[in-house]
Structure formats: C-alpha cells, structure tokens
C-alpha cells in the first residue's frame, strides 16, 4: 500500500521560502508521475508542480514559475518543493500525489483526477 507523508509547511512572512518534502513507502513502480497540489480555503484543489521518473520533466503552474522547484531524490524515495518568493495567494494546504504509470506531467498534472494515492497534506500560511 502506498504512503505519502508530507511535511515542512508552516507560517511563513511574504518572501519567504519554505521546502516541502513528501515520503514515499510502499511505493515499486518504475516509472510514476508524482507532483505537489495545493488547495486554498474555498477553492478546489489545483496542481502546482509535477515530475515524471521516466524522463525527469515538470510542470509548473503559471502562478509559480520562477519561484517554485521540484526535485526528488530516488535514494530516500522523496520529492521536495522548494518554495521562494512565497506570497500571500501561495496560502492553503498543500498535497503530494502520485500516478503510476509514464505520462505527459504538462497534461496530466493540471488534471488531479488522475493520482490515486494521495498524502494528508501540509499547511503552509504566507502572511505578515
């Protein structure tokens, strides 16, 4: 059974940087699309940043380019969302979420429907 445990979130003043990291256990495909999602209070749960294993490609949403970076270390089987320049709209809680299978992180990221095992979430607040 596949868990995703995230962590690093937190109070954070504008400009800020926080790093997400999200631990994979049970976890023995090959190849998997895993990425970061967050949802703000009232609004519906959107993809922020994703990375294939096959060919190492990301996603990032409009909002957060230039700020944000997705890594992963296959070694300790953890993603990382490092966050900079964080403003106050970066607020919400923040998800990790894989896929096993090989595809397109441009097309499949902005669509959560397709991950299937989801992480708690992390809360990260931006405000002065």
């Known amino acids: 059974q596949v868990q995703l445990v995230e962590s690093g979130g937190g109070l954070v003043q504008p400009g800020g940087s926080l790093r997400l990291s999200c631990a994979a256990s049970g976890f023995t495909a090959d190849y998997y699309v895993i990425g970061w999602f967050r949802q703000a209070p009232g609004k519906e749960r959107e993809g922020v940043s994703c990375?294939?294993?096959?060919?190492?490609?990301?996603y990032y949403t409009d909002s957060v380019k230039g700020r944000f970076i997705i890594s992963r270390d296959n070694a300790k089987n953890t993603v990382y969302l490092q966050m900079n320049s964080l403003k106050p709209e970066d607020t919400g809680a923040y998800y990790c979420?894989?896929?096993?299978?090989?595809?397109?992180?441009?097309?499949?990221?902005?669509?959560?429907?397709?991950?299937?095992?989801w992480g708690q979430g992390t809360q990260v607040t931006v405000s002065s």
């Open positions: 990375i294939s294993s096959s060919d190492s490609s990301t």
């Open positions: 979420a894989v896929v096993p299978r090989i595809g397109t992180v441009k097309l499949m990221c902005p669509s959560k429907s397709m991950f299937i095992s």
